[in-house]
Every structure is written in C-alpha cells, then in structure tokens.
C-alpha cells in the first residue's frame, strides 16, 4: 500500500521569500511516479510539479523544484520568489503502475504581502 | 490542452436521493478515476476504470457506489441512495497508462450537497 504525509497543516511565507513544503511516503514499488498539485480556493487541481522514481535528477519548472531523496522517501517542494497567486493548497501524490494516485492530507501555504 | 470536463459543477440532492456523477475524460485516455474531496480534508481515491472494468477501488466505494462508461466517451459515478456524509467534490481523472508519465489530468470537480 501507498501512504503519504504531509506534516506540515498550514504554512506562511512572505512574497518573495523562499519556502519548502515537505512529504515523505512510503512505497514498497521500485518504479513510481511523485507529483505535487496545488488547489486554489477554486478547487481545481493543478499540476505543479513531478518526479520519476527512477531519475535522480531533481524536477524543476520555474520557480518550483523538488529535493527528492529516494532512501529516505522525501519529497519536498521548493517555492522561489514566492507570488500572492503561489497561496492554495498543496498536495504531494505518489502514483504507481499507472493505476491510481495516493494524496498526503495537504499543506495549507498562505503568502502575506 | 486537453481537457477533463464534469458536469454539473454543483448538484444538490435530498437524502436518499440517486445522483450521477458526469465525466468526459479526454479522448485518447484509457484509465478513468473518480476521487472525492471532503471539504477542508484530503484528495480520497474511490475507484479506477480501465478496459470496461473496476480495476481498483478504495474501502469508501461500497455498494452505494457504482461507474459505468455507457459510451465512448462519458464516464459516469453513480451513487444510489445519498446520505449526508456523501457531500463533497468529487474529481474526475483520466490518463494514459502505457508510455505515460503517471500524470493524471483532472476535471474541476462537481461539488455534490446532500441536504
């Protein structure tokens, strides 16, 4: 079975700042997939960011990028030059075989101006 | 971008009552989700749909619950009788199981009030 956690509720940074989001997840499969999605209060679920088990490099879209540690099943989410439109919820998946997609409980970032 | 679209965005329904859930994943998808989303709580998986069949599904999908893809193109959540516990957003998703990246491709959700 899959599991993900995230240990973190709620966070806050100021606009420009720089913060992580972590999730760790614990998975018996050697080849799976990690995601994180961002859900604004509209509710919708966006794509932010993913990450195939298999590579070691580390995932990057703009300003966000993931610091993924396979032994230690860490999986975290870097936000640079964090914006106002950055505050939603975010939610760190792992998926594999293609089958279906496990959600940690999600953090709830909030950026202050 | 491709598209997953839900319809209706919002249904409300009486206790008891049956509603369907609708969906149309994108066109060249095989596997299909349905997840839902208690308000102020986690992303829970409910079930997925490949090659005409249940291929998982979570101890939430009881008996209550049920999907069908009456054609090539909808893919619909049936739930028989609504209780109140039930009201939440429920997503849509679809992908592309082989080659793919694991990415699923949500629909916006329709919020479904059980009053």
């Known amino acids: 079975a899959q599991t993900v956690t995230q240990s973190q509720p709620e966070m806050s940074v100021q606009e420009a700042e720089t913060v992580t989001l972590s999730c760790t997840y614990d998975t018996s499969e050697s080849n799976y997939y990690l995601f994180w999605y961002k859900q604004p209060p509209s509710r919708q679920m966006i794509l932010v960011i993913r990450?195939?088990?298999?590579?070691?490099q580390n995932a990057t879209e703009n300003r966000f990028s993931v610091n993924f540690q396979k032994a230690a099943k860490s999986f975290s989410l870097k936000i640079s030059d964090s914006q106002l439109g950055d505050t939603a919820m975010y939610f760190c998946a792992s998926a594999y075989n293609n089958n279906d997609m496990r959600f940690g409980a999600g953090t709830r970032l909030t950026v202050k101006p | 971008e491709p598209e997953v679209t839900q319809t209706p965005s919002h249904q409300v329904t009486q206790m008891g009552q049956e509603v369907i859930l609708r969906c149309v994943p994108i066109?060249?998808?095989?596997?299909f989700y349905w997840y839902r989303q208690i308000l102020g709580q986690k992303v829970e998986f409910l079930v997925s749909?490949?090659?005409?069949?249940?291929?998982?599904k979570s101890e939430i999908f009881d008996d209550q619950f049920s999907v069908e893809r009456p054609d090539g193109s909808n893919f619909t959540l049936k739930i028989r009788s609504t209780k109140l516990e039930d009201s939440a957003m429920y997503f849509c998703a679809s992908n592309i199981p082989t080659g793919g990246d694991g990415k699923l491709f949500f629909g916006s959700g329709t919020q479904l009030s059980v009053l």
């Open positions: 066109s060249n998808h095989l596997y």
């Open positions: 749909f490949y090659n005409n069949e249940i291929s998982e």
């Open positions: 990450q195939e088990a298999y590579k070691q």
